[in-house]
């Protein structure tokens, strides 16, 4: 059960998933009905009967209204050590229980790394800000084209695309959804947008010099 957190996206099939850096990590109960090799259902009734204990357990409502349920730690752990199957012999639950732990304690560090890097992102964000305010070719739409150009380049969508393909909230800022590598692409290109900004170039010419660019990079792959 190695390298099953989603330190990516918010995939179904992963065991841990992490969605914006500030909200804590959960585990599919699906997933967790996979583990212990029991159905959609039996998971769902094991939950029910466990209300009590687990308090408040995140769902959401899906076609056909199809109910999936969302744990934290403390839930997922309380749930799998009250279940009881064919499959959960005490050594297997032993194993499983270490290993959920594991992997949480794994979320929970990659959440504090891209926390960390969005924090230090911040004067990159201001050098950004100010290189645009004093570039005489720069208008009032500038600094939403320029970054969404710059995750165009860094991470092959603009901001809508990535919003869209991630499950972004329409309220949340896309910097809380990012991973520690993608903080670097769009700040290694952003680095790059605030040299040419400040030598006066207009977007066009900073978009078609990154785009010819990040072309070469790929034919040279």
């Known amino acids: 059960m190695n390298n099953l957190v989603n330190n990516d996206r918010n995939i179904n099939n992963s065991i841990v998933i ?3 850096m ?4 959960t585990i599919s109960a699906d997933r967790i ?6 159905s959609h259902r039996s998971i769902n009734k094991a939950i029910t009967r466990s209300k009590k204990e687990l308090k408040r357990v995140r769902f959401k409502i899906a076609s056909h209204n199809k109910k999936y349920y969302f744990l934290n730690e403390k839930q997922c752990l309380k749930l799998v050590g009250g279940l009881r199957t064919n499959y959960l012999t005490k050594q297997v639950r032993s194993k499983l229980i270490n290993t959920l732990i594991e992997q949480f304690n794994q979320a929970l560090k990659i959440q504090l790394r891209r926390q960390l890097t969005h924090i230090q992102s911040k004067p990159l964000t201001y050098d950004f800000n100010l290189a645009i305010d004093n570039n005489d070719t720069m208008d009032s739409h500038s600094y939403i084209n320029l970054n969404k150009l710059a995750y165009k380049i860094a991470l092959g969508m603009n901001t809508s695309q990535l919003k869209k393909t991630r499950n972004i ?3 949340k800022p896309i910097t809380e959804y990012l991973t520690a590598n993608d903080f670097k ?5 952003k680095q790059t947008m605030i040299f040419f900004i ?4 207009s977007y066009q010419e900073i978009k078609t010099i ?4 990040k072309l070469g990079q790929k034919i040279g792959a």
């Open 33 to 38: 009905a996979d583990l212990v090799k029991i």
């Open 185 to 189: 692409q769009v700040n290694n290109i």
């Open 18 to 20: 992490l969605n914006s």
């Open 210 to 213: 990154l785009s010819h660019h």
């Open 198 to 201: 400040n030598q006066n170039y």
């Open 22 to 25: 500030y909200d804590e990590p």
């Open 169 to 171: 909230p329409k309220n």
